[in-house]
């Protein structure tokens, strides 16, 4: 069975700009969920999206955001990019966290914001 | 709130020996998962070990075995017969039904560097 995949795996953007990342799950898994990793913050959970409804979300500002389709593939979009968004954006899949709740992590997208 | 702490930054073993991680949590739930995952310098995160709170008997997958002390909210990794390969990035997570679901709650990591 295929992994997590994300594309793009790095992406250099400017400040003020808006930025799409993707996610697609490992299949069958309904679950999808995002996190940042900064060397400062550790890693920080964004939102998570099952059957393409947002259930959680993290204490980001309203510049992230997030959607999953029908095929649960996600998307998460970051707009008027600031230089502390420079991070790795984690993807990770689940089954349903209500039977299984471990998460398999995709190998990130490495965002820099000049 | 939940919270998960490593206290190690960074641990050092010698290739073939056995080291413990350390990590204690906090949470006020009686319904909670605990994972130990891998990242690589490559940044692949995987997932190591996972253990059901409500479990009394200790996880194990082949050189990982955790510590599992609910009263004192503790959940150590040990790994036996360090290789090579073990030398990573480890994070200890919890996930908790209580409250927000599809929210792993990570510590800040220890780095491991398994010598010759």
């Known amino acids: 069975k295929a992994g997590v995949t994300q594309t793009p795996r790095y992406l250099i953007k400017t400040r003020g700009q808006q930025v799409t990342l993707s996610c697609s799950p490992i299949s069958g898994h309904r679950s999808v969920s995002w996190y940042q990793q900064t060397p400062g913050q550790g890693l920080q959970f964004l939102f998570e999206y099952f059957s393409e409804t947002q259930r959680n979300k993290g204490n980001f500002p309203g510049r992230f955001s997030g959607r999953q389709f029908s095929n649960s593939r996600s998307e998460m979009n970051v707009s008027t990019l600031e230089l502390g968004d420079s991070a790795l954006y984690l993807c990770a899949s689940s089954l349903d966290p209500g039977l299984a709740p471990e998460q398999y992590f995709g190998p990130g997208t490495r965002l820099t914001v000049t | 709130a939940q919270t998960v702490t490593q206290s190690q930054p960074e641990m050092s073993v010698q290739e073939a020996e056995t080291v413990t991680l350390s990590c204690t949590y906090d949470t006020s739930e009686s319904d909670y998962y605990l994972f130990w995952y891998k990242q690589p310098p490559s940044r692949q995160m995987i997932l190591v070990i996972r253990q059901e709170a409500y479990k009394q008997q200790n996880a194990t997958e082949n050189r990982f075995s955790v510590n599992f002390q609910k009263a004192a909210k503790s959940f150590s990794l040990k790994i036996s017969d360090s290789q090579l390969g073990d030398a990573a990035m480890y994070f200890c997570?919890?996930?908790?039904?209580?409250?927000?679901?599809?929210?792993?709650?990570f510590g800040k990591g220890t780095k491991l560097s398994v010598k010759p």
């Open positions: 997570a919890s996930f908790h039904y209580g409250g927000s679901q599809g929210n792993l709650i």
